[in-house]
C-alpha cells in the first residue's frame, strides 16, 4: 500500500514538476479569483496577496501544491488542532491523523464536514476531489479512498503550507 502511494506521488511530482515557480511550491494553473464560490470571508486577490506569504498565495489561492516530504506538518504528531492558514477555520485535528508515507499530512477525517468543501478537480489529465475551506474558498489539498479502512476510508492529503497548527492545552 505504502508502494503504490510512494509511486502515485513520485508520478504525480514527476508530471506537474515543469510547472514548479518556487523551490518548495508546484503551481498549478488556475487561480481562485475566478472562482464563484460564496464563502464568508470574501477578499479580493490583492488583499490575499497582501496577507499571505508568496508560498501560501501559490498554494492556498493558486491551487499549488507543496512538494511531497518538505511540509513541516507531514511528519509532525504533536496534539491539537489544524487551521486553515488564510483565514484560521479549525480543520482537522490530531486525533485523525496518520501517517499514509505519502509526503503530505493525512488525516482520516475533518473536524466537522461543513468546514470543508469538496469539488471535483480536472486538473492534470486525472480526476480528484479538491478539499477547500468553506470559510475562505482556500485550497487545502485532495480527499482520496485509499485511507485507514478500520477508520473513514478516506485520506484527506493537505499541504502544510495550507495549514497551521495549534498545540492542545495539556493544563486542561
Not at 494553473?29 to 475566478?34: G, H, Q, T
Not at 482520516?108 to 468546514?115: I, P, V
Amino acid at each position: 500500500m505504502k508502494l503504490l502511494l510512494m509511486i502515485s506521488a513520485l508520478c504525480q511530482v514527476v508530471f506537474i514538476s515543469c510547472t514548479s515557480n518556487n523551490n518548495n511550491v508546484l503551481n498549478t494553473s488556475k487561480s481562485l479569483k475566478n472562482s464563484t464560490m460564496n464563502t464568508p470571508v470574501t477578499k479580493t486577490e490583492e488583499e490575499w496577496k497582501k496577507e499571505l506569504t508568496e508560498e501560501q498565495y501559490y498554494v492556498i489561492r493558486m491551487k499549488g501544491t507543496d512538494r511531497p516530504y518538505t511540509g513541516k506538518y507531514d511528519q509532525h504528531w504533536d496534539s491539537g488542532t489544524y487551521e486553515c492558514a488564510a483565514c484560521g477555520a479549525e480543520l482537522f485535528t490530531s486525533d485523525t491523523k496518520f501517517d499514509a508515507g505519502c509526503g503530505w499530512p493525512s488525516f482520516y477525517e475533518a473536524l466537522d464536514k461543513t468546514k470543508i468543501i469538496e469539488k471535483k478537480d480536472f486538473s492534470h489529465g486525472m480526476v480528484r476531489i479538491e478539499v477547500m475551506c468553506a470559510n475562505c474558498g482556500g485550497h487545502l489539498g485532495h480527499v482520496f479512498d485509499d485511507g485507514p479502512k478500520d477508520k473513514t476510508g478516506l485520506r484527506y492529503c493537505i499541504n502544510s503550507t495550507s495549514i497551521n497548527f495549534h498545540k492542545q492545552d495539556s493544563t486542561k
